[in-house]
């Protein structure tokens, strides 16, 4: 892995969330790879698997021009055996969300292959990491 | 990708959730990866990164003897860019969970480096499938 790779599958990531504030569903469907078995798991959706019913979950998300804006932060990205993965968190008005998002590189760039977000604590202002000891909840 | 290849990683994916239903903490850990940066999102949890968060977490939720018992059930896997990826259904008394579980093949197996479960619909029963319609919810 070298800072260049990581630096990509960083630009990937702020690339999909620019998108999606964006509303912009050209990029959206540019992002998400086209050779390989994608899914989707939206906050309380049952999964999708496979491009249309992830592109048509994607059309019907952003054509809402009411849709809340989201932003993130702390993403961690790392490269695992051919796939990278970027964690991060999602601040919407309704709260907190962290998100895995995958992308595998088709020779040119970063393609994303799944995206999981799910309720989270609010990050810790004080940290710098993603990572603060796991809570009982 | 052949068919012993999505076997061994359902296989795996079989093996995580047995450990998890049995406490078996010794068979967690060798489960898990030890040569990559590993991560888990535990429901309500801020995400884990690195083993020793990881395995903290999980001697804590599989030392409580009182934890509710867990199935799993549709899982679809799929190998992408050197990743094996399996997206099930958890069955919990509380309701269900969606997961996402991601493992690379270490030359003798698949060794987890990613779980994430967030609360879902119950799949419907009638569906041997894991990919629904998407439903706005």
Redesign the interface.
Known sequence: MTADDTNALLFANEAFYMAFQTHDMRAMDALWSDT??V?C??????????RD?VM??WL?LLANQAAPNITFSHP?A?I????G?V?CYEALPEGTL?A?N?F??DGNQWRM??H??????A??EADD?????????
Chains 1, 2 share one sequence.
């Open positions: 390989q078995t899914s798991i939206h906050p309380g959706w049952p999964p999708l698997i496979g019913a048509e979950s019907m961690a790392t695992i055996a051919g796939t993965r964690i962290v895995t995958l595998h590189h292959f799944h999981q977000a799910s309720p989270s604590p990050p810790e990491d993603v990572s603060p000891p796991p809570r009982l909840q």
